[in-house]
């Protein structure tokens, strides 16, 4: 069973920086998916970030050129470098990784708070 933990959420003013992390158990990172979503209450999770086995990356437009998603797999480790912070990136923060086996196999982290203050 693979084990999603995050960190480093927290409260930050407009215009700061967060860094999430995601440490993932055994070395799903490498063969994975992983990806960052986030939810506020009343609405739907949305998809922040993504980064495939192969490195390639997908951003919501919302995060464009703010955000940037990155893993370490010596560390098992994705993280989330979230620069430029504004109020709406206010949410909870969840990490997922998409094992490819068939039927694919979907594991969340239990998620982390970022308050942006204005």
């Known amino acids: 069973q693979v084990q999603l933990v995050e960190s480093g959420g927290g409260l930050v003013q407009a215009g700061g920086s967060l860094r999430l992390s995601c440490a993932a158990s055994?070395?799903?990172?490498?063969?994975?998916?992983m990806a960052w979503y986030r939810q506020v209450p009343g609405k739907q999770r949305e998809l922040v970030a993504s980064?495939?086995?192969?490195?390639?990356?997908n951003y919501a437009d919302s995060v464009k050129g703010r955000f940037t998603i990155s893993r370490d797999i010596t560390k098992n480790t994705v993280y989330l470098q979230m620069n430029s912070l504004k109020p709406e990136d206010t949410a909870v923060y969840y990490c997922?990784?998409?094992?490819?086996?068939?039927?694919?196999?979907?594991?969340w982290g239990q998620g982390t708070q970022v308050t942006v203050s204005s």
């Open positions: 997922n990784a998409v094992e490819p086996v068939f039927p694919p196999r979907f594991y």
């Open positions: 980064i495939t086995s192969g490195g390639l990356t």
């Open positions: 055994g070395s799903i990172i490498s063969i994975a998916t």
